[in-house]
């Protein structure tokens, strides 16, 4: 072990909500650990303008995070970039969280893991991203002018983007996995009426392959059991988000979609590991929303950690 | 044309010359403000401070002097942005399309740019 150093807060992730517990606990005087995989800023960076954000007029995601980031930090928060994913051992009053051969301690965690959006994890998938396969309608539609290409999904998004991709391609294959969309019904409509549009129902795509760019996917027919190749210029993927929360089975509650289980003071299963954002289990996914639990968990946290301080000058 | 980041920006060909001129390492991202784009811009933001050694930069992908990027024969057949280009002595030694996360980043770095050379 190369080196061992306490806080009073450890915070696990710096989107919107990791970087407003970060202010809270930092401008109560708290020693505040912020590690962070992956760009600061979380999934707030990705959107290109938040409008619904009270009090700010319209902005990017980007300059609003940069703001929480700047805030977060004149405050006295650290901000940690790792690469390793931290691994958390508690031990009652005091939570360790171990990343690579670092280890850190701190009397509270608060976990704001946020989501991704989700992959197919199938053979070819991360060969061909920018090579053919794409999770961005508008970032990359215009590639695939004149093209033949598929969608992946059967939500919201989905349906949507397709129809957005009808303005490039030529012809469009929804490729979902059930019989029936988990699509508002709206969505669904546009895209039946859309003529360049047709639909590959209770089928799976299992691999993706090419040579310098994609050229086809393999198809599996769920209800029939057969698999064939389909020619293909594109694939856009739209299956929904995740929670980032796969390090964590074992060490906190989640149910069943993998969130994370708190209670009205964003508490976790675990006494002193606290959560708040996108990765809990909740309806409503938003800036304001996260932020706002990360309030809870940052107030709520403090208290933990005045409790524990105030026990231990007790026994000493 | 200027992207909205804390990057060093290139906005035309002879900027782009300018700074494979002066610095043997180089990444630059050409791109747009976009949910593919950003990640790569924060990465590079996060990376600048530890990897001295090379100059990072964005160029707007709209802008029509980025042809020296977009028509670049290590980007055919790239069809996802950004396109993120590498540089060493003028020469480009990776490219890569679409979004990529700071542990491919820095393995690129670490492999085709590294401090010691
Ligand atoms: C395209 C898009 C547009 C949106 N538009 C809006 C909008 O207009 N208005 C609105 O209110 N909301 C919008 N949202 C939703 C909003 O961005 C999220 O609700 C919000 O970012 C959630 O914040 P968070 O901090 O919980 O999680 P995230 O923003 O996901 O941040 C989590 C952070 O934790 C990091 N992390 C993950 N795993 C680990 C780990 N093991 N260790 C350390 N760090 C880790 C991640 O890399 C990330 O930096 C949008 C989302 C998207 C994707």
């Given at each position: 072990m190369n080196s061992t150093n306490h806080f009073d807060v450890i915070v696990l992730g710096a989107g919107p909500a990791g970087l407003t517990a970060g202010i809270y606990l930092s401008r109560a005087k708290l020693s505040t650990l912020i590690l962070n995989q992956g760009t600061v800023g979380g999934q707030l960076i990705l959107t290109h303008e938040i409008a619904n954000y009270p009090g700010v007029e319209l902005t990017s995601g980007y300059k609003l995070a940069s703001t929480m980031k700047k805030q977060a930090l004149s405050f006295g928060a650290t901000i940690k970039t790792v690469s390793q994913n931290p691994v958390i051992f508690d031990e009652g009053p005091v939570k360790i969280v171990k990343v690579g051969d670092t280890e850190y301690t701190a009397n509270a965690i608060i976990l704001t893991l946020g989501g991704s959006p989700r992959m197919l994890g199938v053979k070819g998938e991360i060969e061909f991203k920018g090579l053919g396969v794409s999770y961005c309608a508008t970032c990359d539609g215009e590639f695939f002018s004149g093209k033949e290409i598929i969608v992946v999904g059967g939500g919201n998004s989905a349906l949507e983007e397709a129809v957005s991709l009808s303005k490039y391609a030529t012809k469009i294959t929804i490729v979902h996995q059930f019989d029936n969309f988990q699509a508002f019904p709206a969505y669904v409509d546009e895209a039946m009426s859309n003529e360049k549009i047709s639909f590959v129902m209770e089928t799976e795509v299992v691999e993706f392959a090419g040579n310098e760019r994609l050229e086809k996917v393999l198809l599996h027919n769920k209800k029939t059991g057969t698999r064939e190749w389909l020619k293909t210029d594109g694939a856009f993927i739209f299956i929904g988000y995740q929670p980032n929360t796969e390090t964590l089975k074992g060490v906190v509650s989640l149910n069943q979609n993998g969130e994370i289980i708190v209670n009205s003071d964003m508490e976790t299963s675990v006494s002193g590991i606290f959560a708040a954002g996108d990765?809990?289990?909740?309806r409503y996914r938003q800036v304001t929303t996260a932020v706002g639990e990360a309030t809870v968990a940052a107030l709520a946290s403090a208290a933990k950690v005045y409790e524990i301080k105030k026990e231990l000058q007790l026994t000493n | 044309m200027k992207l909205d980041t804390n990057l060093h920006h290139i906005e035309t060909a002879n900027d782009w010359k300018k700074v494979l001129e002066e610095n043997e390492n180089v990444m630059i991202c050409c791109g747009r403000m976009g949910p593919m784009c950003i990640p790569v811009y924060g990465v590079m933001e996060e990376l600048e401070e530890e990897y001295k050694h090379i100059k990072f930069a964005d160029m707007p992908f709209d802008s029509p002097e980025a042809t020296v990027i977009r028509n670049a024969p290590e980007a055919n057949g790239f069809m996802g942005l950004p396109f993120t280009m590498y540089y060493k002595k003028g020469k480009v030694v990776k490219a890569t399309s679409s979004i990529q996360n700071m542990d491919q980043v820095r393995s690129i770095l670490d492999q085709h740019l590294p401090k010691s050379n």
């Open positions: 990765s809990i289990a909740k | -």
